[in-house]
């Protein structure tokens, strides 16, 4: 027993100093012989107790050890980034990539000036004359003030009828033949369409219904040479052609042309109102003086054979040829 003893007390002091060399060489401080585990139990009756398995390995594993790890947080010296190169005294640094100049804010784009004057007068009125009603066309009207915010202004002697359509007085420009029922019905003044928010002024000013002896008519205007224009730059367009004007009436010395149905040429202009080319126009009414009426001044003339007059109170013998001419008389009153 005492033997048995003396050896495993050999055996401790062993491993003890087993584990003091490794914990050297490992760089592990070496523990006291209180951190060391203690030996296992001595079995009462004197019979030493087995180390178990896992025992035996542990101790197995913890002799003769020498692996080595490392300290936490050290570098790894492979991982260390290489030292930047030194630049050579003097050796210029290359020139930086030119920069992309900022890209130019486009500016707002300005509302186009719209002329926005007309003259106060134009030609002169006809004494007694007539007059054209027209409107252009309802659904222009309709756009201009309902969309466009538009105005409407009449000027050089036009005015505006109650429905929106415009007057024109005639003009002493007039050649129509009332007795022939043709020729050239001249009126003035104008009428302005202006849309501040649409940047457009359009006039249309002087119109002609020319009527043609076969009943038809050809209507122009002199019309604003731009959709910005207004009455600042015209010139003469045809406007629009009437198939057919129909039978004036009489009254009042006016021969009067009622809701004759036209179509919108295809010089219509500017473009602002070029789109209606081809299609129905506002009916035309308009008027002119009638011929004048006929006075009736009745006479004779009374005369010989070879035209000499006989005064009033000649002596006239039996067998005397004699001539008796009547004018002014009216052929309704005599039938």
């Not at 913890?62 to 936490?72: A, I, L, R």
């Not at 790894?76 to 290489?82: D, I, K, S």
């Not at 035209?307 to 009547?326: C, F, H, M, P």
């Amino acid at each position: 027993m005492a033997e048995a003893r003396t050896l495993r007390g050999a055996l401790s002091v062993l491993i003890t100093a087993t584990l003091v060399l490794g914990g050297m060489a490992s760089g592990i401080p070496a523990a006291s012989a209180e951190e060391l585990p203690q030996g296992p139990a001595v079995v009462a009756s004197g019979d030493e107790a087995a180390p178990t398995g896992d025992q035996a390995g542990s101790a197995s594993a913890g002799v003769g050890s020498t692996e080595t790890k490392s300290q936490p947080g050290a570098p790894n010296e492979g991982a260390l980034p290489p030292a930047p190169a030194t630049k050579p005294a003097g050796e210029a640094s290359p020139p930086s990539a030119p920069q992309k100049p900022a890209a130019e804010q486009p500016s707002e784009p300005k509302a186009p000036a719209i002329a926005t004057s007309a003259p106060a007068s134009l030609e002169n009125i006809r004494n007694s004359g007539g007059n054209l009603n027209w409107g252009f066309k309802a659904s222009w009207r309709t756009y201009l003030s309902d969309w466009a915010s538009g105005t409407q202004t009449p000027f050089g002697g036009a005015t505006l009828n109650a429905d929106g359509t415009t007057r024109f007085p005639e003009s002493t420009a007039s050649t129509f033949d009332p007795v022939a029922g043709t020729g050239t019905i001249a009126y003035t003044g104008g009428v302005l369409w202006t849309s501040t928010a649409h940047g457009f002024s359009i006039a249309l000013q002087n119109p002609r219904v020319d009527v043609h002896g076969d009943g038809s008519a050809t209507v122009s205007a002199e019309s604003s040479t731009a959709d910005t224009a207004g009455a600042s730059s015209v010139a003469r367009i045809i406007v629009a052609t009437i198939p057919a004007v129909g039978t004036p009436a009489t009254a009042d010395g006016k021969i009067t042309w009622t809701g004759a149905n036209g179509t919108f040429a295809p010089s219509l202009a500017p473009s602002g109102i070029s789109r209606y080319s081809g299609q129905a126009t506002d009916p035309f009414t308009f008027s002119t003086p009638a011929a004048p009426a006929q006075v009736w001044a009745p006479k004779l003339a009374v005369s010989t054979v070879d035209g000499k007059a006989l005064a009033s109170g000649a002596t006239v013998y039996e067998g005397d040829e004699i001539v008796v001419r009547g004018s002014g008389f009216d052929p309704e009153a005599h039938p």
